[in-house]
Every structure is written in structure tokens, then in C-alpha cells.
């Protein structure tokens, strides 16, 4: 019997009318399965489709579709079966989510810096007001701890000011991959992006990145960055740019699946 694993799910109806009915005409049900000491809790639709689809959405919500015809049972075993990749994928979501929350800046939140987690720590300054890590805190000296607009202001800043020298030094160590294949050095800007990490201008021999892309590993920063090299050579995602990509930099792939861990609902 044929299984999708998706994030989204899908039905694929034979017909315009099954298509219509398998929207407005299914049952919904809530099980519960045991694998290892863990209960996976899902929701089973009954509907018009010809495969079973298991999904976990973003809210890590387990949902499988299947026919009527399906039985219970053979459902139950495909759950258990999937079970490690559907709490991996569960898990990946609910770290994703906890990335997502708005800092309020007050002490003991959680911000993340080249891929580690901070704890934030709000304390008085005497004198000049800054944002430093220390150990595994990212400390930021404020006049008036109270004053929100403020403090947002200073780590946005600190932040950016960090990425304009973490992203002009991968450039410079990743720019040596691709200068012998007559691509001009580009310069970076910096700015925050709602659907992408970053970008290249050929016109203007320019790279934009994200600043939120200094959240992520060192890694990621500098798969991106070459990434958008590859384009000063091929401006396309097609066969010729993948098999560039791959030349200079094999492990490409495992470090774009990396950056895709960090990517929240906007990506």
C-alpha cells in the first residue's frame, strides 16, 4: 500500500468530483500509539485518497489521511514504524518555534549567536551602555533596564555590527574558491530579510545577506556566502549552478539542510 511522508500532505483524486468530495466529505479521530516509551498522539482522517499520508505540521501535530478501506491496524503499525522520524521532525519544529519568540529583553531569555544558545543578562551601566558575551551570556549594560525601545535598539545594533565582521571575513575565505573562475570580488551589505537568507546582484557586483543569518554556525554563514559566489557564475539553480557548487564546496548539501533547521515560518 503506497505511504507518503510529508510536511504538508497532499491527495491525488482521479477525478474533479472525488477532488471536491475528499474536501467537504471526511472523518476525524484521535489515536494514540506506544513506541519506545513514547506516545505519539495523531489525528486520522478518513477521506477520498489513494495513498495514506502521514504529516507532521508545523504545530507538531501528527495527522494521517488514508481511505476508508485502510485498515486500522496496518495505520497504527505504519505510525510506530515512522515513529523516530515523526519525533526528530516534531522535535525540529518545536525548536524552531522557541527561535521564533520576540526577545523582551529582560534577563533569562534565550538569543542565539553562530548557531549556540545565550542566556540574556539586562544589568545597569555605570558608564557607557554596550552588549559583550560573556561565557554563555550575552550581557547588555543599559541605563534604564526599563526602557524597551532601548534595549532593543543596542542588541539589533550590537548584532549587526557583529555580522558586518563575521560575513566580510567568510567572504574573504570563500571568495579564494571561485577567483580563478574570473568572478569579480563583490562586496556585502547587511540588512534584515523576511523570506530569504540572502541574495546577489550581478549588476552591481553585491551580496546581500540576512542579519539574521548570524544566528546560525559558522558553516551556514559560509555555505551562503558561497553560494551566492556560484551565482556570479551561474545565475540560475539549474544543473550547471549545482554542479559548480559542488566542485568547490562537496559538502554543500549537508550544510544547506543545517541552515534549513534554523529557518522559522517566514523562510
Known amino acids: 500500500m503506497p505511504v507518503n511522508l510529508t510536511f504538508r500532505g497532499s491527495y491525488n483524486p482521479e477525478k474533479i468530483a472525488e477532488k471536491f468530495i475528499a474536501k467537504v466529505a471526511f472523518k476525524m479521530e484521535q489515536h494514540s500509539v506506544t513506541c519506545e516509551d513514547q506516545v505519539i498522539t495523531f489525528l486520522l482522517v478518513r477521506k477520498n485518497v489513494k495513498n495514506v499520508n502521514l504529516k507532521v505540521r508545523p504545530d507538531s501535530t501528527v495527522v494521517v489521511s488514508a481511505g476508508s478501506i ?100 567568510s567572504l574573504e575565505r570563500m571568495y579564494p574558491k571561485v577567483a580563478g573562475y574570473g568572478i569579480d570580488k563583490p562586496s556585502i551589505t547587511i540588512r534584515a530579510m523576511k523570506t530569504r537568507w540572502g541574495s546577489c546582484s550581478w549588476e552591481k557586483r553585491k551580496i546581500t545577506l540576512n542579519t539574521e543569518l548570524l544566528k546560525t554556525p559558522q558553516s551556514c554563514i559560509d555555505y551562503l556566502v558561497l553560494h551566492e559566489l556560484a551565482h ?36
Not at 525601545?149 to 539589533?156: A, F, Y
Not at 545565475?235 to 522559522?264: Q, V
Open 70 to 169: 485502510v485498515p486500522h491496524e496496518f495505520i497504527e503499525q505504519l505510525v510506530k514504524e515512522k515513529a523516530r522520524w515523526i519525533l526528530k521532525t516534531r522535535d525540529r519544529f518545536e525548536e524552531r518555534r522557541s527561535r521564533q519568540v520576540e526577545l523582551q529583553y529582560i534577563s533569562g531569555e534565550k538569543t542565539c549567536y553562530l548557531g549556540r544558545q545565550y542566556r540574556l543578562m539586562v544589568l545597569p551601566a555605570n558608564n557607557r551602555e554596550k552588549v559583550f558575551i560573556d561565557g554563555d551570556d550575552l550581557v547588555l549594560l543599559v541605563r534604564d533596564g526599563s526602557d524597551f525601545t532601548r534595549k532593543e535598539k543596542l542588541v539589533k545594533l550590537w548584532y549587526k555590527e557583529q555580522a558586518k565582521i563575521i560575513f566580510n571575513d
Open 232 to 267: 556570479f557564475k551561474h545565475r540560475n539553480h539549474d544543473t550547471a549552478f549545482y554542479a559548480f557548487l559542488s566542485s568547490i564546496m562537496p559538502e554543500w548539501k549537508e550544510h544547506k539542510l543545517h541552515l534549513r533547521s534554523f529557518m522559522t515560518n517566514s523562510f
